[in-house]
């Protein structure tokens, strides 16, 4: 895993770029990645970790990955800061993962009126 900030005065954003050679996602289900629920983890560790019985510890030593929130939400959270995120990737390679956040200033939340 690789990670840059950019950061300079002259810049517009801050933009941070993480980039891994984990093999990507196939095209055919990058328009999936926004949507909550949506998973590419092994069926098996989601059994894991979503099965509900009186023997399952849900302390804060379990993982939470694999659920299919952390990309909608992360993109959520850098669109109320007034940013985004973006995807890029190869099949078969890797992914890069863009996060923008616009510098400190006079912007105000972005709440509705």
Do not use: C
């Not at 093999?23 to 560790?45: C, E, M, N, Q």
């Not at 099949?91 to 912007?107: E, I, K, M, Q």
């Amino acid at each position: 895993v690789e990670v840059i900030i950019a950061d300079g005065k002259a810049n517009e954003d801050v933009a941070i770029k993480i980039a891994d050679e984990g093999g990507g996602i196939p095209r055919s289900v990058i328009h999936k990645i926004w949507s909550y629920l949506f998973t590419t983890a092994d069926p098996s560790i989601q059994e894991g970790l979503v099965a509900f019985s009186g023997e399952v510890d849900h302390s804060t030593d379990s993982p939470l990955a694999g659920l299919g929130y952390g990309l909608p939400i992360s993109r959520s959270y850098a669109r109320y800061f007034g940013g985004d995120v973006s995807i890029m990737s190869l099949d078969g390679f890797g992914t890069d993962a863009f996060v923008y956040l616009p510098r400190l200033g006079s912007s105000r939340e972005p709440l509705p009126v």
